[in-house]
């Protein structure tokens, strides 16, 4: 008894001292993301993204220091995401808010920002929805609506005409059948079949022996990360489906390096739409890929990229600002921006302050022993379409 | 106990006694205004820690009274929380109202899941109560037309509370909201456990077959208190989504069941305080560990976890009971868990 | 089609071994000590990470990982067992939940700050990926090891259990624990040989489901729930009560994805919850 006495005398003690004034000269980011449970991979590499902008630029920005606040929102908690948003604002003095790997927290976390009239940076939630909850939001990763209707416009022009989709139950599943089927069927396709994989689905073989029953020129998956695509990816081997026949295609986390590593040779022929590999060959992204690997001893993946874009767009609103924190300066200052990032060549579209860049088109072939993403094609300056049809 | 004679120990004495207001009972609930002057920047903290505490006390009545262990308790919590959003996003936004109704409709659907309920036990019902809550989250999965599915609940406006208190950023109307509401529905649980009804809810618990051979019908007993217990997580749940103007489908997964269990646990089951104070510690200990190192912080709540139950059984208000049960321990706190006034 | 039921059955077949094997050792302890582990599927992932050290960082082939991984989840679950889990055998089963839950939540943090939170690959010997044809059905070839492995398996167990000394002490501590002790067998020595047993199983399940479920940190959490699921449903303390309990909640949910994948995720609850209301102490329970 006396132990917990003790023990919630030293945490009270302690919230109060946390609560810090903000220095003058410093500049306070609130990064809400996941850092524990099962999302926690994605959380960390956004975080590495973030630490590898600030050591390669310095952490003095328009003469003022930049501080990182970071939240853990420990998964999907939208309630807790915008309890930690408010909080990081109110209580630690944030200037303004960046992280968000996840849509709810993404959306919830909107409010605060409108409400508080706080600059957002998105760096990963990937709902085309999200920027339009806040003026003050912008998003540097990527939205699901502009990489798969291009990809099923795509699809068909390269001689697809079949396809079956395949998707995980939930939002971001929904969006990707809804936009490739949009793309492949205003080019002309036809759908012959769909259906959707419980979320925490762990074996595909039913599914996939679904999909090749009903005999397709292709096959759209759409998959989250973590250990779905490899379980996919060696599914599609076991069924013996022929990827020279059927075309296997689907957003880039289908085949990403871990999922590759587990897949092996199951993963050849893969047909993938994303808007970052390691392995894009371009000189700014060899650097970048360089410094990762020598920080962090892995390579970088489409969440490093959303956090170190992210903390791009924030050092060059901050420095056309001069300094100035508040919302309006920010996002006046980010809208239209254009860079070179590792990616490829990036905007913000002064409209939806969402981003615009290249989709790639790759397929996964081995090279010097290693499997990888090959970009053998590509669709340049892809607005997202989704919000580009609502009426205005 | 010494044993005095009849007419001064008789049922209602007892209940008269067991019912008037302790001098540490004042005590918490002053101590609960503390927030608003202490750590005022804090409130929408205290305000979720107020639900998850309300949601403990909902579970503590099934599981600390009536000894039904549930694991898929957040199916009624989730349950209150999506039909107040749904209500307020069709456009009645009104609080109070709103939360009537969330309540009753948890409450509904308790009943006609303590049918069920009601005529299993141990494992089978534990497992049952799961999948239960399991079965609930992915109807509101697929059923994303109605839910929002995985993003969530969207276009959620609250009206300000009475027509006058808006609820804002900093929480402070939040807070002032579920701490009364918590109240109100803890006195509730209050006059009910210590009552005939009560009684007997404990004589459930301890041995059922008895209690049916002295003519009180276990079964409906419990599916009252079940059903009691789904309005109150309904209400939990219904505040959460109104001070929060948002919900999602984490109201009504496994790791929220699984962590009111934990809370409650850590309090102390049967006891009301139980899960106030677990919600309190826990939610507070979150917190921290997870703002000093936001990757690694399940290792001092598991560490945290381990040393309440290592060192204190039945949790922390059953270790401090034992502590205050001996002679050192009544003459020096006997003043706080007695009624502050005599009876004149 | 008859092939695709045949499919169906095949790989909810090797699933539901997979699930067997995660799930027999919590069933015996349950049933036996009474003791809620929730830490079970702990082992599991200690299990599934040997696995990866031994493969990834020391090049050990993958069968060879197997025992390895069966021996460190017995140890370290031998660990556990005499310096907390002995001291809450008489206390309430809520204490041990908390107990074994505050255990899960550690061994989460130190395999996160171990080995990161990515997912692990493993990159099976090539004599075990692929598929064969047979008969105009296509089954996997890691499917057909793991179900003829767990098979092996599972005969080792009923044998022991069936025909050695140890076996007759451990069914008579089951059956009937306080005549056990009056009749002078050590049942504590005999509840500490099985929890390590089933912990060793475990921790050979977990290392198994590598390939097909993968592994992170959040593994001992993930598969609680479905562990619970088979236990509860099999009966306690029953060997061919968890194995017909993991083949049918294996066939289920494969036939319920592959017939009707709208209601795929549910027909796994519905099942549990119907088949535990028609036979509350599980299919082959004791009570």
Known sequence: MRRAMTGLACLAATLLAATAANAQGTVKIGVVMSYSGQFADPGAQIDNGIKLYMKQNGDTVAGKKIEIIRKDSGGVAPD???????????????????????????????????????????????TSVITTKSPYMVRTSFTVWQLNEALGTWAYKNGVRKVYTLVSDFGPGHDGEAAFTKGFKDAGGEIIGSARYPVANQDFTAFLQRAKDSNPDGIYIWVPGGPQPAAIGKAIAERGIDKNKVKIMGQGELTSEDALKSMSDAGLGLITAFHYDFNHQSEKNKAFVAAFNAEFKRNPDMFSVGGYDGMHAIYEALKKTGGKTDGDSLIAAVKGMSWESPRGPMTIDPETRDVIQTVYIRRVEKVDGQLVNVEFDKIENVKDPWKARLPK | MTVTSPALTGPHQHFDAQIRWRTIEIVFWLATLLPFVVTPNYLSLASQIAVTALFALSLDLILGY?????????????????????????????????????GLAAGLLGFVMSFVIARFRHLALIMITLGFGLLLL?????????????????????????????????GFVAYWYALIVLFVLFLVARRLTNSPFGLSLRGIRENSVRMRAIGAESRPHIRTIYTISAIMAGVAGAVLT?????????????????????????????RLYGGLIGAIIYMIARDWFSGVNPQYWYFPIGVLLIAVVLFLPNGILGGIAQLVDTERGRRWFGWLTSPPWRRP | MMTSVFGVLFDGFAYGMLLFLLSVGLSVTL?????????????????????????????????????????????????????????????????????????????????????????????????????????GLTLGVYRIFLILFALAVTAALVAALEFTRFGAQVRAAVDNQRMARGLGINVDRAFAITFALGSGLAGLGGALAIDIVGLDPSFALAYLVYVLIVVAVGGLGSIGGTFAAAMLLGISDMAGKYYFPAIGSFLIYLVMISLLMWRPSGIFGRR
């Open chain 2, 66 to 102: 009536a000894g039904i262990v549930s694991l898929g308790h957040a199916a009624f919590f989730g349950f209150g929380a999506y039909t107040a959003g749904l209500i307020a996003k069709w456009g009645w936004g009104e609080p109070l109202s709103g939360l009537v109704i969330a």
């Open chain 3, 31 to 135: 049933g036996m000590m009474n003791f809620v582990n929730l830490a079970h599927c702990t082992f599991g992932m200690i299990g599934g990470y040997v696995t990866v050290t031994l493969m990834n960082n020391l090049g050990w082939p993958f069968l060879a990982t197997l025992p390895v991984a069966f021996i460190v989840a017995a140890a370290i679950s031998v660990a556990f067992e005499r310096t907390m889990f002995y001291r809450l055998y008489r206390a309430s089963d809520l204490d041990q939940c908390l107990l074994t839950i505050g255990l899960v939540f550690v061994s989460v943090a130190v395999a996160a700050y171990v080995y990161g939170t990515i997912q692990q690959p493993v990159n099976l010997p090539n004599y075990l990926r692929g598929s064969v044809h047979v008969g």
């Open chain 2, 138 to 170: 992915e109807l509101a999965n697929s059923a994303s037309w109605l839910t929002g599915g995985a993003d969530g609940l969207q276009g959620v406006r609250m009206w300000p509370l009475l027509g006058l208190f808006k609820f804002d950023l900093y």
């Open chain 1, 80 to 126: 807790v995401a915008k309890r930690l948003s408010q909080e990081v604002i109110v209580r630690d003095g944030a200037d303004f808010l960046a992280g968000y790997d996840l849509t709810p927290n993404a959306l919830a976390a909107a409010d605060v920002s409108a409400q508080a009239k706080k600059f957002m940076v998105d760096m990963n939630a990937a």
């Open chain 2, 242 to 270: 109104q001070t929060t103007e948002t919900v999602s489908l984490g109201v009504l997964d496994f790791q929220r069941s699984a962590d009111i269990l934990v809370i409650l646990i850590l309090g102390g089951t049967g």
